[in-house]
T-cell receptor
Framework: GEDVEQSLFLSVREGDSSVINCTYT??????LYWYKQEPGAGLQLLTY?????DMKQDQRLTVLLNKKDKHLSLRIADTQTGDSAIYFC?????????????FGKGTKLSVKP | EPEVTQTPSHQVTQMGQEVILRCVPI?????FYWYRQILGQKVEFLVS????????KSEIFDDQFSVERPDGSNFTLKIRSTKLEDSAMYFC????????????FGSGTRLTVV
């Protein structure tokens, strides 16, 4: 079945760039998403990319998609302490998941001052 | 910005009791979902709902679960006889269409079964 994998932890210093990586298995994925979860809060959609794109930039966020390797990354430029959160990669596939979101376990980003 | 609202934020219940988790999706959205996240594990799909009926459900969504849109604004998840392993964060979400703009999630209800 479909699977989405992420590393569990990332620690960076304030002002550095953060890169969070994700791999997925469903080659029929049409949209791939990054969600952010702050402590005690819900899942906030940060950005998404359509599968025919290689890159999408949105202010400090850059999403790179390597469809051949099924690899997705989220780069946060000039990381701030307010960016500390859990970041979830998710895909919508139209294989077994029938159009529902499949999430990774989440990467906990810690930003040190 | 429109929000998905979930109540309560935290519910403690005894094993075997019934619980109802409530959600108010965004008013012009057509698709509604429940997901859950057991502590330390992935966010998992439970069920999707469209046009007043279940459109898809996962293996987790067995006979003890049901969903309802009782009035035109609320969307509820009922767990008939709770088990310890039902303890999780339950997220409601809604979307205008399947995919593209993504889903808007609520803040979640933390269910603790004791």
């Amino acid at each position: 079945g479909e699977d989405v994998e992420q590393s569990l932890f990332l620690s960076v210093r304030e002002g550095d760039s953060s890169v969070i990586n994700c791999t997925y298995t469903d080659s029929s994925s049409t949209y791939l998403y990054w969600y952010k979860q702050e402590p005690g809060a819900g899942l906030q959609l940060l950005t998404y990319i359509f599968s025919n794109m290689d890159m999408k930039q949105d202010q400090r966020l850059t999403v790179l998609l390597n469809k051949k390797d099924k690899h997705l990354s989220l780069r946060i430029a000039d990381t701030q302490t307010g960016d500390s959160a859990i970041y979830f990669c998710a895909e919508i596939g139209y294989g077994g998941s029938q159009g529902n979101l499949i999430f990774g376990k989440g990467t906990k980003l810690s930003v040190k001052p | 910005e429109p929000e998905v609202t979930q109540t309560p934020s935290h519910q403690v219940t005894q094993m075997g009791q019934e619980v109802i988790l409530r959600c108010v999706p965004i008013s012009n959205h057509l698709y509604f979902y429940w997901y859950r996240q057991i502590l330390g594990q992935k966010v998992e799909f439970l069920v999707s709902f469209y046009n007043n009926e279940i459109s898809e459900k996962s293996e987790i969504f067995d006979d003890q679960f049901s969903v309802e849109r009782p009035d035109g604004s609320n969307f509820t998840l009922k767990i008939r006889s709770t088990k310890l392993e039902d303890s999780a964060m339950y997220f409601c979400a809604s979307s205008q269409d399947r995919g593209r703009g993504g889903y808007t999630f609520g803040s979640g209800t933390r269910l603790t079964v004791v």
